[in-house]
């Protein structure tokens, strides 16, 4: 079975710095997708970004973007120019190009003003 | 366009009673999903379907049943509710499999006493 480890409960970063959340996996399959959602205190489940494996170029979305270190099997989130906004858990999830997404047990990120 | 909506927001319910979480979308999404999630923890998949007829298992289906009638209902159902269901349910879909992007209802918040 996958599974998926966020080593850090909380962080929190200063409005307008650059923040790096952890994600690491373990699999032994060569082709799965990669998921940062964000889950503010509102309880709605949104999509940050999407990584596909086969693919080398790390994803970015606006401020969001990874790095995805495929052997090392890590796939960071970071957070540029917080904003107010961002505070929120965020959860790492993996997918095995089954039915199955499996989430970590999320970071819960502070942005302080 | 709603997206994924969920019923009810909140409920308690008592031990040995039954209910069920409703959950619509109107995305024409083929695959559909039910997750709970236990405080400070990830989500955990409970049963999925992949399209109208067809339900299968995710990682904790026990206590639960499910039913897909139609493309945009998925009901869930609660035969005799214990404690340990005490939870928040997530109802979510995406268009082909999970690897797509999943979108997420605003999620039931379920106390068992």
């Known amino acids: 079975a996958q599974t998926v480890t966020q080593s850090q409960p909380e962080m929190s970063v200063q409005e307008a710095e650059t923040v790096t959340l952890s994600c690491t996996y373990d699999?032994?399959?060569?082709?799965?997708?990669l998921f940062w959602y964000k889950q503010p205190p509102s309880r709605q489940m949104i999509l940050v970004i999407r990584?596909?494996?086969?693919?080398?170029q790390n994803a970015t979305e606006n401020r969001f973007s990874v790095n995805f270190q495929k052997a090392a099997k890590s796939f960071s989130l970071k957070i540029s120019d917080s904003q107010l906004g961002d505070t929120a858990m965020y959860f790492c999830?993996?997918?095995?190009?089954?039915?199955?997404?499996?989430f970590g047990g999320g970071t819960r990120l502070m942005v302080k003003p | 366009n709603a997206g994924v909506t969920q019923t009810p927001k909140f409920r308690i319910l008592k031990i040995g009673q039954s209910m069920t979480l409703q959950c619509t979308q109107d995305m024409n999404h083929n695959y559909m999903y039910w997750y709970r999630q236990d405080p400070g923890m990830g989500l955990k998949l409970i049963y999925y379907?992949?399209?109208?007829?067809?339900?299968d298992k995710g990682e904790v289906p026990n206590g639960y049943n499910v039913s897909r009638s139609t493309t945009e209902d998925f009901p869930l159902r609660l035969e005799l509710a214990a404690p340990s269901q005490t939870s928040v349910y997530f109802c979510a879909s995406s268009r082909d499999r999970s690897t797509d992007t999943q979108y997420f209802g605003p999620g039931t918040r379920l106390t068992v006493l």
């Open positions: 379907s992949v399209g109208a007829g067809i339900t």
């Open positions: 699999t032994s399959e060569n082709n799965y997708y």
């Open positions: 990584q596909e494996a086969y693919k080398q």
């Open positions: 999830a993996f997918n095995d190009a089954g039915n199955m997404l499996t």
